[in-house]
Nanobody, 122 residues
């Protein structure tokens, strides 16, 4: 089985920074897209940032210029560096990855982490 575990959430003041980590565990051959989503209370889950296996990245408009996604495939980890945080960034942040499991050929499955809470509050 494969699992994703996020770390790094917390409470910070507006204008502050946080770095989220998400590590994949299990019998993994490779990981393709690795993404961060978030869900605020009463709202739908939304894509925040994504990175492909070749390292390219894209961002949702509300976070462009403030958030940076990166990955370390040797550690099976994706990061989200968040800066200039705003109250509207308050949400539960989820990691999502497209994983090819060992022994499964090229078949890809999508996995989600349990989420980590980020609260921006003065």
């Amino acid at each position: 089985q494969v699992s994703l575990v996020e770390f790094g959430g917390g409470v910070v003041q507006p204008g502050g920074s946080l770095k989220l980590n998400c590590t994949a565990f299990g019998k993994i051959s490779s990981i393709n897209d690795m993404n961060w989503y978030r869900q605020a209370p009463g709202k739908q889950r939304e894509l925040v940032a994504m990175t492909t296996r070749d390292g390219s990245a894209s961002y949702a408009d509300p976070v462009k210029g403030r958030f940076t996604i990166s990955r370390d495939d040797s550690k099976k980890t994706v990061y989200l560096q968040m800066s200039s945080l705003l109250p509207e960034d308050t949400a539960r942040y989820y990691c999502n990855a497209a994983v090819v499991r060992l022994g499964w050929g090229r078949r890809e499955s999508t996995y989600w982490g349990q989420g980590t809470q980020v609260t921006i509050d003065s």
